[in-house]
């Protein structure tokens, strides 16, 4: 049975990690994340988990910490933000490659510089091509979900990949809003014990960690890596199926919103989605067929059902918040129009830049990229494919 509870996004990714009663949690703050390790700490020190406690110098530390801690067998966590991110982003490659499913609660903040602590995606957009699942939570009930659903994912026999679950920095982190719980218990049965098959202290069955990997092994490792991200639409899809069947709520990789019908479409990932929403619901008072795809698993990328969901929709805004620099669009603009290139009718596809630094996302703000769309179906001219939103001259 569900427990009604008012919480922070922080306070619920830690409640999350508490449940799950991990062995270890090595970890080093920064803003605005410090609050998780910061919950979780107490949690040890009250003996409400069994998990040892690893306080490091870095963040580059403190995921070398949890490679050691997941290659010795025993289910590993942490938490860290923007530059954090950052200094860990070389261990991301080994924790990956070395399929250690370590838990990763991110919350999102620019990468500085200029000096920035608020919310975009330019940390864990980053780290999109590291080889971790990613998962991305519009509020504190969907990064809660998301954290013991990435256990289960990650750990999968057929997976054995890392998980990073995201949520916006202060937006959601700091925010407190109603939430339900699931119990202890319910929690613990579901992610269950892990047992890792090999591990470093597996005496009967030695394995050697991080060896060398000669150009004669390299690819098959990596095209191993590429198997396992596939295997992991699977494993994702029967999780949520699972966890609907423990809670009511209903995940997959997209969440839908007035989508049916629409010919004007944003697609987008976190916290922006709960603006975008109400957005939706005044245009469509007003007769406009405006809809959202929301992303929540941004990696591994399901392409298909992204075509599927926007088959009918005559005019698509892909909108980021992490600027890649390529002058053509960012990660959500590029992987949505790479997915709707081949198909012979696709949507018109514009790329927006929006909120970067944590700069507000307001229901005119969102309203005008609909009229934006429905502008180049009135005039017949695209324009400008790559815009940014809001932006002062």
């Not at 860990?88 to 920035?116: D, H």
């Not at 939570?137 to 979900?145: C, G, R, T």
């Not at 092994?217 to 992991?232: D, F, I, L, S, V």
Request: include cysteine; glycine fraction near 6%; charge should be negative.
């Amino acid at each position: 049975m569900s427990i009604r509870e008012k919480l922070s996004g922080n306070e619920a990714a830690a409640t999350a990690l508490r449940q799950m009663n991990p062995d270890v949690m090595a970890a080093f703050p920064i803003t605005p994340s410090t609050e998780i390790p910061q919950y979780f700490s107490k949690y040890v020190s009250d003996g409400r988990v069994d998990t040892e406690f690893v306080p490091v110098e870095s963040e580059h530390s403190a995921m070398s910490a949890c490679i050691g801690s997941q290659a010795a067998g025993a289910r590993t966590v942490t938490a860290t933000s923007a530059n954090g991110l950052a200094l860990m982003v070389e261990e991301l490659y080994i924790a990956s490659s070395s399929r250690l499913p370590i838990i990763l609660s991110v919350v999102n903040r620019a990468l500085s510089g200029p000096i920035n602590i608020n919310a975009d995606h330019s940390d864990s957009m980053g780290a999109r091509d590291a080889g971790w699942i990613q998962l991305y939570s519009e509020d504190n009930q969907e990064a809660y979900d998301n954290l013991i659903q990435a256990v289960r994912i990650g750990e999968h026999e057929d997976v054995q990949l890392p998980v990073m679950v995201c949520q916006d920095g202060f937006i959601t982190s700091h925010a407190i809003e109603n939430i339900e719980l699931e119990e202890d218990e319910t929690v613990k049965e579901f992610v269950g014990t892990y047992k890792a098959k090999e591990h470093l202290v597996n005496k009967g069955k030695p394995i050697a960690m991080g060896p060398y990997d000669t150009a004669d092994y390299y690819m098959e490792h990596k095209y191993q890596q590429n198997r396992a991200m596939e295997n992991a639409k699977k494993v994702i899809e029967e999780v949520a199926a699972e966890f609907k069947e423990m809670t009511g709520r209903e995940y997959s990789f997209f969440e839908t919103y007035q989508l049916e019908d629409a010919d004007y479409a944003l697609v987008l990932i976190n916290s922006a989605a709960g603006t975008a929403k109400e957005t939706i619901d005044k245009m469509r008072a007003e007769g406009k067929k405006v809809g959202l795809l929301k992303i929540r698993v941004f990696r591994p990328f399901n392409r298909d059902r992204l075509v599927e969901l926007l088959k009918d929709v005559k005019y698509v805004a892909a909108m980021d918040r992490s600027e890649t620099f390529s002058t053509s669009g960012g990660p959500v603009y590029h992987e949505t129009a790479a997915a709707l290139y081949p198909e012979a009718t696709k949507p018109e596809i514009i790329s927006y830049m929006y909120g970067l630094g944590g700069r507000d996302v307001t229901v005119a703000s969102i309203e005008s990229v609909f009229n934006d769309l429905m502008e180049i179906e009135e005039t017949g001219k695209v324009g400008e494919r790559y815009r940014y939103l809001g932006l002062r001259e």
